[in-house]
């Protein structure tokens, strides 16, 4: 065979395994039967960047969490099940009685995970650092037996080193200490003295998900663990939108000023789901069983109708899409007014319509977002849906000065949704989040007012303002817009 034959057969064979290639890619991104935007902004990917598009889908196109994980979390699922029907036991803790608004989402969590409404909590809304710090290192200065937590982001300085004090304390008179920190938010404190002292102390602290470029072929690369959530004793739990962070001392460079977030202590039956969540992520991530919460202890009649509240996980390993079901199903059951507040503006077709046609049908609808972002591309993402929404009669309001971090939703002043959960993608399909569902108008009635606040420290971006923004503008949202389903 000639050299020109053989640089012949070899071409054609280059490209025949490459139409190989991006056939088989294009069926394996049909078959998953994700959302239309989804497909195709792979699909065009794959096709533009030859080669490129194809390691990219691969490296980000798929929540795969790696086989070890995936062995786990199987492993996990009958354990998970024995643990809900020994709470079943205890038939007081839970109640079907709940408001109109929210009787769907508390029938679809029944579905879903196979328990009622839980009855009994007590629950407090706290809204400044400096509140949420007292309140925290309080907790674990009086802690007997176990601290456990799970964030996303802890930055030293300022009093984030109250709470590593507290903790150090905590375990030098005995209690047992835990920590699960992801590897990307958390990555300068893996590598500070602090984590150090706070290892050398005896705190187990666990670097979730490491990122690494050589476990690509394992997992997707930027799987995150978004949980914000404290467990004190199996009687006291936090969750919301707030890391360890203290906001003087975080992302002063950004320029958009201090992280402005909320959280919610809870006590009562609500904490022991809370454990068995931690006690699922820290199996998943090293192997290592917890022993599962007791609930004999909350073995009493709680309060009648005293904050009712469901708690929902997502993620790998969890029911597929629960949060974007819980969110939607909130979203049709409002009659009167909707108010969201979330950093990151960037939803799936379905949340869109959903908004949308609730404005639509005569509900108030506001969607309070920063006016400064941390996030160029989310930032820039999130406006390619302004037009739709306000078109539709959605009110945006834009957070000044400070960067607006709180999630949550309120609807009719009644139903109430507060956790790690933004209107995003990400948070939608792919992170380890956590959102509590509550059904308690005093609780509302707090987060109404807090909400309030916040829209009078908002502008109010209308219709027309925004029509009136450059061609470039146009073109750029549009750009950013290709990648919102990767974001």
């Known amino acids: ?273 809370m454990g068995a969540i931690y006690a699922s992520d820290w199996e998943l991530e090293t192997g290592n069983k917890l022993r599962l919460p007791q609930v004999a202890q909350f073995a009493e009649q709680p309060e009648l109708k005293r904050h009712i509240m469901q708690i929902i996980p997502s993620g790998p390993g969890y029911t597929e899409y629960m949060i974007q079901q819980a969110l939607l199903t909130a979203i049709y059951s409002a009659q009167k007014e909707i108010i969201f507040t979330t950093p990151y503006l960037v939803p799936s077709d379905a949340l869109l319509h959903a908004i949308c046609t609730a404005a639509q049908r005569g509900v108030n609808v506001n969607i309070i977002i920063p006016q400064k972002n941390d996030s160029l591309m989310v930032d820039w993402a999130s406006r390619a849906f302004y037009s739709d929404l306000l078109a539709s009669g959605v009110k945006l309001y834009q957070f000044k000065n400070n960067l607006l971090h709180t999630k949550s939703v309120l609807i009719d002043q009644q139903l109430s949704l507060v956790g790690t959960v933004n209107l995003d993608m990400r948070s939608l399909w792919l992170n380890f989040e956590v959102t509590t569902v509550i059904d308690d108008s005093d609780f509302a009635e707090q987060l109404n007012c807090l909400l309030k606040h916040y829209l009078s420290q908002s502008d109010e971006l209308t219709l027309t303002k925004w029509n009136k923004r450059s061609f470039w503008n146009h073109i750029i949202e549009r750009l950013f817009y290709f990648f919102a389903p990767l974001l």
């Not at 030859?50 to 995936?70: D, K, M």
């Not at 007590?122 to 937590?149: C, G």
Request: aromatic share 12%; charged share 20%.
């Open 1 to 273: 065979m000639s050299l020109d034959s053989f640089y012949a057969w070899g071409n054609t064979f280059v490209l025949i395994s490459y139409w190989l290639l991006i056939v088989g890619v294009t069926l394996r991104i049909l078959v998953k039967r994700r959302p239309t935007t989804f497909v195709v902004a792979w699909l065009l990917i794959i096709y533009i960047i030859p080669f490129v598009g194809i390691v990219l889908y691969f490296l980000l196109g798929e929540a795969h969490i790696g086989q070890q994980r995936a062995k786990r979390a199987q492993k996990m699922r009958p354990i998970i099940n024995q643990f809900i029907h020994k709470l079943i036991d205890f038939p007081f803790i839970f109640t079907d009685q709940v408001s109109d608004v929210a009787k769907p989402l508390f029938q679809l969590c029944k579905h879903q995970t196979g328990l009622n409404g839980i009855n009994g909590n007590h629950i407090e809304l706290i809204n400044t650092p400096d509140a949420i710090f007292d309140y925290l290192i309080n907790d674990i200065n009086q802690a007997k037996s176990k601290i456990e937590m799970v964030f996303y982001i802890w930055n030293i300085g300022g009093r984030a080193d109250e709470v590593q004090h507290a903790l150090i304390s905590a375990v030098n008179r005995g209690v047992k200490c835990q920590i699960m920190l992801d590897s990307a938010g958390s990555r300068h404190f893996f590598k500070s003295q602090q984590s150090k002292l706070m290892r050398d102390a005896g705190i187990e602290i666990v670097e979730c998900l490491k990122v690494n470029l050589f476990r690509f072929i394992f997992r997707r690369l930027d799987l995150r663990q978004h949980r914000k959530m404290v467990i004190i004793d199996n009687h006291i739990a936090y969750t919301g939108s707030m890391n360890i962070v203290d906001p003087r001392y975080f992302k002063q460079n950004k320029n958009v000023g201090e992280w402005v977030d909320i959280m919610i202590r809870m006590n009562g039956p609500i904490t022991t789901l």
